[in-house]
């Protein structure tokens, strides 16, 4: 149990792009999704956290016009990179929780987006 | 969240017990010790936390000193597949990823 999936697995996209990657608890309702980006050789950053149906709350320094968070339903929420730029180059990794002690977390298995 | 410190790397031989420690000296009363893993470009795989009393599961066993001043994971017998970056974090509703400890595991 407690499953996380997330689309696409891989993404490469031209500069000035916007590209959506998706976050999906497959076998339970998250009262609570995180959004993290992990570049090469370091630990993982918390992007944002989103309860369904409210405003994400971004982490200090997360640019939230940019970085678009949507969490329109219990299972379900949405990262949209919006005029990507070769810097936003990362490993993208959401994760899920169900329960109120939030630290318990079930993660995806992450994306991977390249900007050329 | 109280920060948590951990040894940067550890080796263990297969078969053998692993026993990666933890300090999280600042550790407030309400917050939980959570310890997760993370295989080289996969997300992290959440593997056991507690508050005051030791816990198992079928993954590991969590043992927290008396004062909570720190903590140990154990792996009973490791094997291969459990080489991995392993992150020790304190705290209620976040989670703060550290550096974590690369664990090695061989044959």
């Known amino acids: 149990g407690a499953v996380v999936s997330q689309h696409p697995s891989w993404v490469i996209c031209k500069s000035g792009t916007s590209v959506k990657i998706e976050c999906r608890s497959l076998?339970?309702?998250?009262?609570?999704m995180f959004w993290y980006r992990q570049f090469p050789k370091q630990s993982l950053m918390l992007m944002a956290t989103?309860?369904?149906?409210?405003?994400?709350?971004?982490e200090q320094g997360v640019e939230k016009d940019k970085f678009l968070i949507n969490h329109a339903s219990l299972t379900l929420s949405t990262l949209t990179v919006t005029s990507a730029h070769p810097e936003d180059s990362s490993f993208y990794i959401c994760?899920?929780?169900?329960?109120?002690?939030?630290?318990?977390?079930?993660f995806g298995p992450g994306t991977r987006l390249t900007v050329l | 969240d109280a920060k948590t410190t951990q040894p940067t790397s550890m080796d263990c031989a297969e078969g053998r017990a692993a026993n990666l420690p933890c300090n999280h000296s600042t550790i407030s009363g309400n917050e939980y010790v959570y310890w997760y893993r993370q295989i080289h470009s996969q997300g992290p795989q959440y593997i056991i936390h507690g508050l005051k009393n030791n816990e198992t599961n079928e993954m590991a066993s969590l043992i927290i000193t008396e004062d909570r001043k720190s903590s140990t994971l154990i792996l009973p017998h490791a094997t291969l597949r459990d080489t991995a970056v392993y992150y020790c974090?304190?705290?209620?509703?976040?989670?703060?990823f550290g550096k974590g400890t690369m664990l090695l595991v061989s044959p």
């Open positions: 994760s899920a929780s169900f329960r109120t002690q939030r630290g318990e977390q079930f």
């Open positions: 989103s309860n369904e149906g409210s405003k994400a709350t971004y």
């Open positions: 974090m304190s705290g209620y509703s976040t989670l703060t």
């Open positions: 076998d339970f309702q998250a009262t609570t």
